[in-house]
């Protein structure tokens, strides 16, 4: 089965600072997301990355996908407060018919 | 697009006794997944729907659950003889098919406490 492995898995980092999210993965995949999870709430998707060396920005979140390694990054620049979530990485495997997720980062921006 | 509901959005039951969420995906999507999440983990999967067909079933599906999807619109997934440990949160998601390429679109999901 594929596995999914996220670090940090917690993250509290001052507001205005950068840094970056891992997302390593088992077993070959050229389809990755990202998702973000406020506590109580659903999921809500924020990247999908389907090909090597792909690159997605929105904002302060940035996130790249490097198959050859089975590594995603997913990039905080300049975090503000509202940042503060849980973020998972989650993987389709060739031929799967789901995603597998990653136990996520609880991100917690100080102000 | 109205999103992906599910309800109810709390169930509490006694342990032994049978429950049924229902799940209604976003109109045009017609694959439809079920994903059981405790506290400080990542979602699960436990089942997958194309249509009306259940394509596809996790190991942690016990012979207690059973999901259904007829006519290829809204799931329902039944646990019976509930246990402690089902206790969690249960989503469901939705894409559009037939690439793989788009994300899932989960609802808010319903959580079960058995006591």
């Known amino acids: 089965e594929l596995k999914v492995e996220q670090n940090p898995l917690f993250l509290s980092m001052q507001e205005g600072k950068n840094y970056t999210i891992y997302c390593n993965y088992s077993t070959t995949s050229d389809r990755l997301y990202w998702y973000r999870q406020d506590p109580g709430k659903s999921l809500e998707s924020l990247f999908v990355l389907l090909s090597n060396g792909a690159v997605k920005q929105e904002g302060r979140l940035m996130a790249s996908l490097d198959t050859k390694a089975r590594l995603s990054t997913l990039h905080i620049t300049a975090a503000v407060h509202d940042l503060s979530a849980t973020y998972f990485c989650?993987?389709?495997?060739?031929?799967?018919?789901?995603?597998?997720f990653g136990t996520g980062t609880r991100l917690t921006v100080i102000p | 697009d109205t999103g992906v509901s599910q309800n109810p959005r709390h169930k509490i039951t006694k342990r032994g006794q049978n429950v049924t969420f229902r799940c209604d995906p976003i109109s045009e999507h017609n694959r439809l997944y079920w994903y059981r999440q405790t506290l400080g983990q990542g979602p699960e999967f436990l089942t997958y729907f194309q249509n009306e067909a259940q394509l596809e079933k996790s190991r942690l599906l016990s012979d207690r659950f059973s999901a259904e999807r007829p006519k290829g619109s809204f799931s329902t997934l039944e646990i019976q003889r509930t246990e402690q440990g089902d206790s969690a949160m249960y989503l469901c998601?939705?894409?559009?098919?037939?690439?793989?390429?788009?994300?899932?679109?989960f609802g808010n999901g319903t959580r079960l406490t058995v006591t």
């Open positions: 998601a939705s894409r559009t098919g037939p690439s793989y390429n788009s994300p899932l679109h």
């Open positions: 989650a993987v389709d495997s060739t031929g799967a018919n789901n995603l597998f």
